[in-house]
């Protein structure tokens, strides 16, 4: 098993949002889940550990760093969007140094590929990797979800709030000239993520946090529009 100051190694080219502390968040959450939900501890420490350890951070080629958000902008410089091969094939290299047996190295694998929320070719099919995948979306939601998707939209020159236009209500997607803001990655993911979670108990945690995120954004819009 990779000791956490092994992985921290990983992390280093970390931007400030995409950081270590995401991974030790996800890790302890997915700990709590997979003791609550009875998954195998040792698959799920790993996975949780390695998930991101490649591309992962927004404008990220291939080399060792982090990340979390699945966010737009990371989106469309390309290197984000594979983050989750990338992850598995260097997770492999780690696991198979270590000599973990082959099957429970796939086990390992499969958890990490199949974490993209934006990536529905792979679904988490194990309650290992339905654990780590519930872990990876809860981090974007509650008071670190606010504080991650606004600093997020700050590192890419957007604003916390912007007016999203009919299109972008109606498609997700917008107009020419209009900011993708934290406020139209709330309306277009966040407010999303607690339906697609898969563990009763990932479930539960997450009824308070999106609720926290839901009056969050709600409150910043009526403030910038003058109404609160
Ligand atoms: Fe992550
Ligand atoms: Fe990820």
């Given at each position: ?70 966010e ?8 984000r ?32 590929r ?31 979800g ?28 917008v107009?020419?000239?209009e ?21 009763p ?28």
């Amino acid at each position: 098993m990779p000791t956490i100051e092994q992985a921290r190694a990983w992390y280093d080219q970390a931007d400030p949002i995409h950081d270590f502390d995401h991974v030790l968040r996800v890790l302890h959450t997915a700990e709590r889940l997979a003791l609550a939900e009875g998954a195998d501890l040792e698959i799920v420490r790993a996975a949780a550990l390695l998930h991101d350890a490649v591309g992962a951070a927004p404008g990220a080629g291939t080399g060792a760093s982090n990340g979390a958000l699945d966010e737009t902008a990371g989106e469309r410089s390309g290197g984000r969007a594979h983050h989750h091969h990338h992850s598995a094939g260097f997770a492999r290299s780690v696991l198979e140094q270590e000599g973990w047996p082959d099957a429970r190295i796939q086990a390992v694998l499969h958890c990490i590929r199949a974490h993209r929320f934006r990536d529905t070719s792979e679904p988490p099919a194990t309650l290992e990797a339905r654990v780590l995948f519930d872990a990876d979306k809860l981090d974007v939601l509650g008071a670190i979800g606010a504080a991650r998707t606004i600093a997020y939209a700050a590192l890419d020159g957007k604003p916390a709030y912007a007016e999203p236009s009919e299109h972008f209500l109606q498609t997700g997607e917008v107009e020419p000239g209009e900011a993708h803001s934290a406020y139209h990655e709330y309306l277009f993911k966040l407010r999303r993520v607690k339906d697609r979670l898969f563990t009763p108990s990932g479930r539960r945690l997450a009824e308070s946090r999106h609720q926290y995120l839901e009056d969050f954004f709600t409150q910043l819009a009526a403030e910038v529009r003058g109404e609160r």
